[in-house]
């Protein structure tokens, strides 16, 4: 099978041809496509009629250099020659002649099928440079994947083409949009900037640019305020207007150069001001904006662009070929292998954009080292009789390692550049590209800028770019909306903090142990309080309550001395020395309050004290049943008076009353004991050591002891008239409301304060309990027997009984 190629002339004298050993396929943009061309039949397009771009032009002399300097090398393919075939690919989807010329031999392209006997039908095509555009390689690229013909490109920069299943002979000198989002990223994040607009034109660079940043900011406090892609038909005016609508003050423009220029030339026309743009490496050199006296009305352009290498002897090549070139007519060449420039002179060229220039002429460098390794070239020469083929260049291309200009040439496994770096750049007042910072990718990642040399368009300031204003510390955010970056700010309330860096929209609680005030970033440590042994207030209590012990003491010897006198055998005889004994035995509590609660703690503060006062209330409430009963319930039921003085009816009623309580207390603590308990709720910034009075364990006894107290009331109220000098029941009567009124204060008390003085007061009001009986039961007695002992006879009680016996029987 033959394919005629379309255009078919002698091309030796045309500076895009030169012949040698082995040939190299040159893709360049000198001229570029600007609107799209509309065609009624198949046609290929004269690109010479298209603007001319000089920066590719740049590139495209650049090709040729490189060339000639490898054939002027006696170490690199020593008699070897190297010959380039170069198109201009001025279109994505109309050169494709240019393409067929390249992969054709003698105007004809050998079918798979057919074996390459004859050398006349093997092309000498071992590689191709280019394309410039990532939507240019992927159109070129499956003609190329027929033979394995290995196309290096110096400029296609999508992260698709990484792909080896897809593109398995692609190679390229350009580090990938990845990397390129990953330094914007960067810099984004060194300043701030969280809310940013994003413009991308229609094509596989811009669409890979867009969707890598989307991506890559997912995790990060960046929002995209606004994203916009830019064709023909676009309108830039409207665009701006949202963007200004948004609020955003950053503006990504991932865009070619020949996009770039219309869309900062509209911002120019428009009056776009106080902007931060970021120019990506497509357009961040560009001299024709960059010397466009308006630019700086825009705002502060920032670039991170290619560090501009210099190519020893390439100025003088320009100087000495360029001006020697003539422009020949296309009908003299291949199609798309006319220039159409002879009026640009050897100084535009040498002062036009210099990106890509590096990827250039290492992408050439590393075609020539690959053939060079092909053909096993020596110091001596190379291997002449060896039948090179395409996919054996790729092979070698593939293990690149050679040292270009001070940098190693090596590719990754996606045969991505392991070489090369980023400089940040800034547009400064004379026109130039500043250089401001780098960021480099091996061996590892390091990142610098250098603030101080950035002219900011707020005239010192970094400008800002937020959706909303950073919360103030100890707020948290609410996001309002769909963007993280939009948000409420809410004060965290006491016991909360804020961490920003694990999680700025909700507030942590402390823990148990730890406090915060409102509007917090960490948590305090808690005080932790309880009455130690040590204190003056637990110190005093425990004197008083030794005090008590000795005074009861003292109260038990003197009524045994006089246990025969009527003053102690009224008084209840036997079943004093019983109460005294628990009085004692209930103050054993009071030592209980003070220290560290443990669980033996617990329960010491509240049994002794619940057991054995329910004994003296016990026997309280049988002393008031017995005066009521002598003095009145004798005259009047005798019969019910023996039957109590027969069966010992008293202490029939007290064993009761004890073992009930017993038994309550037993079940209580055996189900639910008291525990130490650690108060965190009464204060924030506080815990305080007690205990949790469980229901069952203390309720319940409590209850009873509350019920033998109000009969006891009840009894002694009964014989408030008795006689005067022989009247126990209002001594009863009066303790009793001394006790009530006790813990009527305590109740109050601890509803109102709950700090660690709590126990202070607990202690005091079982303290004050015990004294009630002591000094207000027992002491006026002791009195008697100690000041008044004529009263403490047989006539005189049998005296006070007849008395009281006539008046009541009148």
């Given at each position: 099978?033959?394919?005629n190629v379309?255009?078919?002339?002698?091309?030796?004298?045309?500076?895009?041809?030169?012949?040698?050993?082995?040939m190299?396929?040159?893709?360049?943009?000198?001229?570029?496509?600007?609107?799209?061309v509309?065609?009624?039949r198949?046609?290929?397009?004269?690109?010479?009629?298209?603007?001319?771009?000089?920066?590719?032009?740049?590139?495209?002399?650049?090709?040729?250099?490189s060339v000639?300097?490898?054939?002027?090398s006696?170490?690199?393919?020593?008699?070897?020659?190297?010959?380039?075939d170069?198109?201009?690919?001025?279109?994505?989807?109309?050169?494709?002649?240019?393409?067929?010329?390249?992969?054709?031999?003698?105007?004809?392209?050998?079918?798979?099928d057919?074996p390459?006997?004859d050398?006349?039908?093997v092309?000498?095509?071992?590689?191709?440079?280019?394309?410039f555009?990532?939507?240019?390689?992927?159109?070129?690229?499956?003609?190329?994947?027929?033979?394995?013909?290995?196309?290096v490109s110096?400029g296609?920069?999508?992260?698709?083409?990484?792909?080896k299943l897809?593109?398995?002979?692609?190679?390229r000198?350009?580090?990938?949009?990845?990397?390129m989002?990953?330094?914007?990223v960067?810099?984004?994040l060194?300043y701030?900037w969280?809310?940013?607009?994003?413009?991308?034109s229609n094509?596989?660079?811009g669409?890979?640019?867009?969707?890598?940043?989307?991506?890559?900011?997912k995790?990060?406090?960046?929002?995209?305020?606004?994203?916009?892609?830019?064709?023909?038909?676009?309108?830039i005016?409207?665009?701006?207007?949202?963007?200004?609508?948004?609020?955003?003050?950053v503006?990504?423009?991932y865009?070619?150069?020949?996009?770039?220029?219309?869309?900062?030339?509209?911002?120019?026309q428009?009056n776009?001001?106080?902007k931060?743009w970021?120019?990506v490496?497509?357009?961040?050199l560009?001299?024709?904006?960059l010397?466009?006296e308006?630019i700086?009305?825009i705002?502060?352009?920032?670039?991170?662009?290619q560090?501009v290498?210099?190519?020893?002897?390439?100025?003088e090549?320009?100087y000495?070929?360029?001006?020697h070139?003539?422009?020949?007519?296309?009908?003299q060449?291949?199609?798309?292998q006319?220039c159409n420039?002879?009026?640009?002179?050897?100084?535009?060229?040498?002062?036009?954009?210099?990106?890509?220039?590096?990827?250039?002429?290492?992408?050439?460098y590393?075609?020539?080292?690959?053939l060079?390794?092909?053909?096993?070239?020596?110091?001596?020469?190379?291997?002449?009789?060896?039948?090179?083929?395409?996919?054996m260049v790729?092979?070698?291309?593939?293990?690149?390692?050679?040292?270009?200009?001070?940098q190693?040439?090596q590719f990754?496994?996606?045969t991505?550049?392991?070489?090369?770096s980023y400089?940040i750049?800034?547009?400064?007042?004379?026109g130039?590209?500043?250089?401001?910072?780098?960021y480099?990718?091996?061996?590892?990642?390091?990142?610098?800028i250098?603030?101080t040399?950035?002219?900011?368009?707020?005239?010192?300031?970094?400008?800002?770019?937020?959706?909303?204003k950073?919360?103030?510390?100890?707020?948290?955010?609410?996001?309002d909306?769909?963007?993280?970056c939009?948000?409420?700010c809410?004060?965290?309330r006491?016991?909360?903090?804020i961490?920003?860096?694990?999680?700025p929209?909700?507030?942590?609680a402390?823990?148990?142990?730890?406090?915060?005030?409102?509007?917090?970033?960490?948590?305090?440590?808690?005080?932790?309080?309880?009455?130690?042994l040590?204190?003056?207030?637990?110190?005093?209590?425990?004197i008083?309550?030794?005090?008590?012990?000795?005074f009861?003491?003292?109260?038990?010897?003197?009524?045994?001395?006089?246990y025969?006198t009527?003053?102690?055998?009224s008084?209840?005889?036997l079943?004093c020395?019983?109460i005294?004994?628990?009085?004692?035995?209930?103050?054993?509590?009071?030592?209980?309050y003070?220290?560290?609660?443990?669980?033996s703690f617990?329960?010491?503060?509240?049994?002794?004290?619940?057991?054995?006062?329910?004994?003296c209330?016990?026997?309280?409430?049988?002393?008031?049943?017995?005066?009521?009963?002598?003095?009145?319930m004798a005259?009047k039921?005798?019969?019910?008076?023996?039957?109590?003085?027969?069966y010992?009816?008293?202490?029939?009623?007290?064993?009761?009353?004890?073992?009930?309580?017993?038994?309550l207390?037993?079940?209580g603590?055996?189900?639910s004991?008291?525990?130490?308990f650690?108060?965190t709720?009464?204060?924030?910034?506080?815990?305080?050591?007690?205990?949790?009075?469980?229901?069952?364990?203390c309720?319940?006894?409590?209850i009873?002891?509350?019920?033998?107290?109000?009969?006891?009331?009840?009894?002694?109220?009964?014989?408030?008239?008795l006689?005067?000098n022989?009247n126990e029941?209002?001594?009863?009567?009066?303790?009793?409301?001394?006790?009530?009124?006790?813990?009527i204060?305590?109740?109050?008390?601890?509803?109102?304060?709950?700090?660690?003085?709590?126990?202070?007061?607990?202690?005091?009001?079982?303290?004050?309990?015990?004294?009630c009986?002591?000094?207000w039961?027992?002491?006026?007695?002791?009195y008697?027997?100690?000041?008044?002992?004529?009263?403490?006879?047989?006539?005189h009680?049998?005296?006070?009984?007849?008395?009281?016996?006539?008046?009541i029987?009148?």
């Amino acid at each position: 099978m033959v394919l005629n190629v379309l255009c078919q002339c002698d091309v030796s004298t045309s500076a895009f041809h030169l012949d040698g050993d082995y040939m190299i396929g040159g893709l360049f943009d000198v001229h570029s496509v600007t609107e799209a061309v509309s065609q009624d039949r198949p046609e290929a397009i004269d690109c010479s009629s298209q603007p001319f771009v000089i920066s590719n032009y740049r590139r495209f002399q650049l090709m040729r250099f490189s060339v000639e300097e490898i054939n002027n090398s006696t170490s690199l393919l020593p008699n070897v020659s190297l010959g380039y075939d170069i198109f201009d690919q001025c279109s994505v989807a109309q050169n494709f002649p240019g393409m067929f010329n390249l992969i054709s031999v003698n105007d004809t392209i050998q079918p798979w099928d057919e074996p390459h006997g004859d050398p006349t039908k093997v092309s000498k095509m071992i590689a191709v440079a280019g394309p410039f555009s990532s939507t240019e390689t992927r159109t070129i690229y499956p003609l190329l994947m027929m033979n394995f013909i290995p196309l290096v490109s110096y400029g296609a920069a999508s992260s698709s083409l990484s792909e080896k299943l897809k593109y398995p002979s692609f190679l390229r000198t350009v580090h990938s949009n990845k990397d390129m989002i990953e330094g914007i990223v960067t810099i984004l994040l060194h300043y701030n900037w969280r809310w940013v607009a994003f413009i991308n034109s229609n094509d596989d660079y811009g669409y890979d640019g867009r969707d890598l940043f989307v991506k890559r900011i997912k995790d990060t406090d960046i929002c995209l305020a606004y994203s916009k892609e830019l064709n023909h038909n676009t309108n830039i005016s409207q665009v701006f207007q949202q963007i200004e609508e948004q609020g955003a003050r950053v503006i990504i423009a991932y865009v070619p150069e020949r996009t770039a220029e219309t869309l900062i030339g509209s911002a120019i026309q428009l009056n776009v001001t106080k902007k931060v743009w970021i120019a990506v490496e497509a357009w961040s050199l560009n001299k024709n904006l960059l010397r466009d006296e308006r630019i700086q009305n825009i705002g502060t352009v920032l670039g991170v662009s290619q560090p501009v290498v210099n190519i020893p002897g390439f100025d003088e090549f320009i100087y000495s070929t360029v001006e020697h070139m003539y422009c020949e007519n296309q009908d003299q060449h291949s199609c798309n292998q006319v220039c159409n420039c002879s009026d640009v002179s050897p100084e535009q060229i040498a002062d036009a954009d210099p990106s890509y220039s590096f990827p250039v002429y290492s992408a050439i460098y590393a075609i020539a080292h690959a053939l060079h390794n092909t053909l096993q070239c020596g110091s001596g020469g190379c291997q002449r009789n060896v039948t090179v083929e395409p996919y054996m260049v790729l092979a070698e291309l593939k293990k690149s390692n050679f040292t270009l200009l001070d940098q190693v040439i090596q590719f990754d496994g996606n045969t991505d550049p392991t070489f090369g770096s980023y400089s940040i750049v800034f547009w400064n007042q004379s026109g130039e590209a500043e250089e401001v910072g780098y960021y480099t990718f091996y061996p590892s990642i390091i990142f610098s800028i250098n603030t101080t040399k950035i002219q900011w368009f707020t005239n010192g300031d970094i400008p800002t770019s937020l959706c909303s204003k950073e919360c103030r510390a100890g707020y948290s955010k609410k996001q309002d909306g769909i963007h993280t970056c939009c948000f409420n700010c809410l004060i965290c309330r006491n016991g909360t903090y804020i961490n920003t860096t694990d999680d700025p929209f909700n507030c942590v609680a402390c823990k148990e142990t730890e406090w915060s005030p409102a509007g917090s970033t960490s948590c305090n440590l808690r005080v932790v309080e309880f009455i130690p042994l040590t204190d003056i207030w637990a110190i005093l209590i425990m004197i008083v309550t030794w005090v008590f012990v000795g005074f009861t003491a003292a109260v038990f010897v003197l009524f045994a001395i006089n246990y025969n006198t009527p003053i102690v055998r009224s008084a209840g005889g036997l079943m004093c020395f019983l109460i005294l004994g628990c009085l004692v035995l209930c103050s054993t509590s009071v030592f209980f309050y003070f220290g560290a609660p443990s669980v033996s703690f617990c329960i010491m503060r509240f049994l002794p004290f619940l057991l054995f006062y329910t004994v003296c209330l016990a026997c309280f409430v049988v002393r008031s049943f017995q005066i009521v009963c002598v003095f009145k319930m004798a005259a009047k039921y005798p019969t019910l008076y023996s039957w109590w003085m027969k069966y010992h009816g008293q202490w029939l009623f007290i064993s009761a009353a004890f073992l009930t309580q017993a038994l309550l207390l037993t079940l209580g603590n055996s189900l639910s004991p008291s525990k130490p308990f650690n108060d965190t709720q009464s204060y924030h910034d506080k815990i305080i050591l007690t205990c949790d009075i469980n229901l069952p364990s203390c309720l319940i006894p409590g209850i009873f002891l509350f019920s033998l107290c109000s009969l006891c009331f009840i009894f002694s109220y009964m014989g408030k008239d008795l006689p005067k000098n022989y009247n126990e029941a209002k001594a009863i009567t009066f303790c009793l409301l001394l006790l009530i009124l006790t813990w009527i204060i305590f109740a109050t008390e601890s509803s109102l304060y709950r700090g660690k003085h709590l126990q202070t007061l607990n202690a005091l009001a079982v303290l004050s309990s015990l004294y009630c009986f002591l000094l207000w039961y027992f002491l006026p007695k002791c009195y008697i027997i100690i000041f008044e002992p004529n009263k403490n006879t047989q006539q005189h009680f049998q005296g006070l009984i007849q008395s009281y016996t006539k008046t009541i029987s009148q």
